[in-house]
């Protein structure tokens, strides 16, 4: 079993937990705007707690949070600056700690349905570029169609960084696992499959429909007679239902304690996964329990 390495949390959430600026439509991008410390602080939050690697800030600087007018303005110049924050925070760790670009849906997560392929390669082109000299690896964020997911292949074959797919699920137990489009996880994945291929995740789900997936992607890896990182981020999000209109207000959460998330972890890296952190309403806490936990699955085998 491949070593297992801790991811860090949800940026959005712990920013608002700190005390950044932080509404809709901005997101995220708001404190990148009005107050970057806080940017800072919430990386260095997850880096203290043990994230190995950490997330560029970049998912919001997309004109569905930012609007138009201020995306063709300042979309390109907020998501390097992300990129130089996370690169800074990773300095300043006392442990090795990696820069993922972050890759977002370009018209609001949980919606395939306003998929647009042309402009969709216009907008993650622009933030490859902006992030690309400052990260040490690639993440798509919340891809929710083969659609999607092909398109993000295409802006992948620029670089010869490790790049990673992360796909968001229904909110459904269900066999298969399915994206938000409907589509069977093992279709999506059959999709991406190529050399230039280094993770499988999941992210922005509740953690009860992760398994499944993970359990449909190993059947498609083997098949296939291939191995790459298969990574989780769930989100603590009560279910969200097939008619979100994201954007139009904070979806509502649940307390998904770090006890309880760590039972998730455990059974996820029993199946395979080997880079496990949070997305949306998981903090520094629960990836304080999922470092401590790593530290001694070494002790157990030194």
Known sequence: MKTLTILDGGMGRELKRIGAPFSQPLWSAQALIEAPEYVTQAHLNFIEAGAEIITVNSYACVPFHLGEALYNEKGSTLATQAAILAKDAALKAQHNVLVTGSLPPPFGSYRPDLFQPIRAKEILNTLFSAQDNYVDLWLAETIASIEEARLVQSIFEQTQKPCHYAFTLNDEMAAPARLRS???????????????????????????????????????????????????????????????QANENIQDYRDVSPEEYLRFAKRWHSLGANIIGGCCGIWPSHIKMLSMWKNKLLDNHQ
Do not use: M, R, W, Y
Not at 197 to 212: A, M
């Open 182 to 244: 409907g589509e069977p996880i093992c279709n999506a994945i059959e999709a991406v499959i190529t050399e230039k291929i280094d993770g499988i995740f999941f992210n922005c789900s509740i953690p009860e429909v992760i398994e499944q997936a993970i359990c449909d992607t190993n059947k498609v890896l083997k098949k296939h007679n291939i191995s790459v990182n298969i990574g989780v981020f769930a989100n603590s999000f009560s279910p969200i239902p097939q008619n979100h």
